[in-house]
T-cell receptor, first 113, second 111 residues
Framework: DADVTQTPRNRITKTGKRIMLECSQT?????MYWYRQDPGLGLRLIYY???????NKGEISDGYSVSRQAQAKFSLSLESAIPNQTALYFC????????????FGPGTRLLVL | EDQVTQSPEALRLQEGESSSLNCSYT??????LFWYRQDPGKGPEFLFT???AGEEKEKERLKATLTKKESFLHITAPKPEDSATYLC????????????FGQGTELSVKP
């Protein structure tokens, strides 16, 4: 089984809808991250969490919120989806410390109509 | 501002034609330099971590090296299955646990 899983893998939604993307990990890592990837813009950090009680904004957090339900679960919500949130979304995990390797999930492809 | 820059943006090689990808960073305080491979529509797959200037790591046809200001990913005698986007990322002391990613190099290897 994969160490980092994301659900759903693909999602089509309409403008204004609230949606949630979920991430689970079995690596036992404390740190979890949400990124989005757009063609030509690379990976951009949305939110990150260093433990269950610690949530931090990344470089592009506007329009998004997160919930860290447990060490192994980190969810990303789009409160009111808009078309420019169409992108690939990745969850990642890492061990505690500076410069630790991040391990990525398979991604969720989101299309907002 | 801490930056990680990759070049070239795209690279086309013939099968067996060796080359190198570059990743440069404009900051001090590097804790680790990471290389990932990403296939279209999939999550980045971890390849290497380098921590010290002069360090080298190898995996099949890939070898990563690190100097004080840049890293290279050398691809020896590539095969079509090496076609992918290669990402590098830096972990810096002033960034806590976050990584700063480059834009990636899209490698295409033709038979």
């Amino acid at each position: 089984d994969a160490d980092v899983t994301q659900t759903p893998r693909n999602r089509i939604t309409k403008t204004g809808k609230r949606i949630m993307l979920e991430c689970s990990q079995t690596k036992g890592h404390d740190r979890m991250y949400w990124y989005r990837q757009d063609p030509g813009l690379g990976l951009r950090l949305i939110y990150y969490s260093f433990d269950v009680k610690d949530i931090n904004k990344g470089e592009i957090s506007d329009g998004y919120s997160v919930s860290r339900q447990a060490q192994a679960k980190f969810s990303l919500s789009l409160e009111s989806a808009i078309p420019n949130q169409t992108a690939l979304y990745f969850c990642a995990t890492s061990d505690t410390g500076i410069g630790e390797t991040q391990y990525f999930g398979p991604g969720t492809r989101l299309l907002v109509l | 501002e801490d930056q990680v820059t990759q070049s070239p943006e795209a690279l086309r090689l013939q099968e067996g034609e060796s080359s190198s990808l570059n990743c440069s960073y404009t900051v001090s305080g590097l804790r680790g330099l990471f290389w990932y491979r990403q296939d279209p529509g999939k999550g980045p797959e971890f390849l290497f971590t380098l921590y010290s200037a002069g360090e080298e790591k190898e995996k099949e046809r890939l070898k990563a090296t690190l100097t004080k200001k840049e890293s290279f990913l050398h691809i020896t005698a590539p095969k079509p299955e090496d076609s992918a986007t290669y990402l590098c990322a830096g972990g810096f002391y002033n960034q806590g646990g976050k990584l700063i990613f480059g834009q990636g190099t899209e490698l295409s290897v033709k038979p």
